[in-house]
């Protein structure tokens, strides 16, 4: 299919037939060839009455953009790229697999197929932690810093570690995090669905959704343990080490 020209080819194709979840922060149209998303409108609401994050999606929009960006210049992880920058919406490469947007396909995937999905996504987690960290603070890549996370309403930026465990003292679901450790660079959102895997669940082929990338401790293994999905997720970070000061 040829590559569309302008913002209204692509918005011809925002039809609800063509989303395959309901949006909250945003309205994903997937297609064969590529993946739009486009936030809510002011005043709009998500799905059963989902209040969207208004204040911050265009900044987490950008911060994808620029994740993007860096994760393609520094590793080999596979992602979509960027086909086309509208006003208001984006729209990627639609990377061919399986979602795993439900615990039913989760099911379906074998123990040895978890364990070499598990082991292939801390490949990716190490590729990360090896981008320079510019500022060496916890920050994401936007000009603001603020690090973008539903549990993590002090969104910063901070300039260390010390500085993020003391603003987050009485935050006990976070557990304990090093003072002298490092912050590098994670998806912060290992959620199952942001995985695209094969069709026959023998690995990932892409991961996707990249807005709350940011500069964070352990790559941001106490976030995960907050958030993991399904049975056997919340070992992704078993095993892995990290750089300290």
């Known amino acids: 299919m040829a590559p569309k020209n302008g913002d209204e080819e692509y918005l011809r194709d925002c039809q609800e037939k063509y989303m395959p979840v309901p ?43 620029k994740a993007l960006e860096l994760v ?5 992880i596979p992602v979509p790229r960027v086909l086309h920058q509208g006003k208001g919406f984006n729209v990627f490469e639609r990377i061919q697999g399986i979602t795993v947007n439900e615990k039913a396909i989760w099911d379906r995937v074998s123990p040895r197929q978890r364990e070499a999905i598990r082991l292939q996504v801390q490949g990716y987690i190490k590729e990360l932690s090896a981008i320079p960290n510019p500022t060496g603070g916890i920050r994401s890549l936007v000009p603001s810093g603020e690090v973008f996370h539903l549990q993590l309403p002090n969104r910063g930026p901070f300039t260390s570690t010390k ?3 003391t603003a987050y003292a009485n935050h ?39 807005e709350r990338a940011c500069f964070f401790p352990e790559g941001g293994r106490s976030i995960h343990k907050m958030c993991h999905q399904w049975d056997g997720w919340e070992k992704l970070f078993d095993g892995l080490t990290f750089r300290h000061a």
């Open 172 to 210: 006990d679901v976070l557990g304990t995090i090093p003072l002298d450790c490092q912050s590098v660079f994670s998806h912060l959102d290992w959620d199952l669905s942001n995985l695209i895997l094969h069709p026959n669940f023998d690995g990932v082929a892409g991961v996707i959704d990249w």
């Open 72 to 76: 393609r210049e520094y590793t080999n």
């Open 23 to 65: 949006p909250f922060d945003r309205y994903i149209y997937v297609l064969s060839p590529h993946v739009i998303k486009k936030p809510l409108s002011l005043g709009e609401t998500g799905y059963d009455g989902y209040i969207p994050d208004f204040a911050t999606v265009a900044a987490r929009d950008e911060n994808e953009l």
């Open 163 to 165: 500085e993020f465990v």
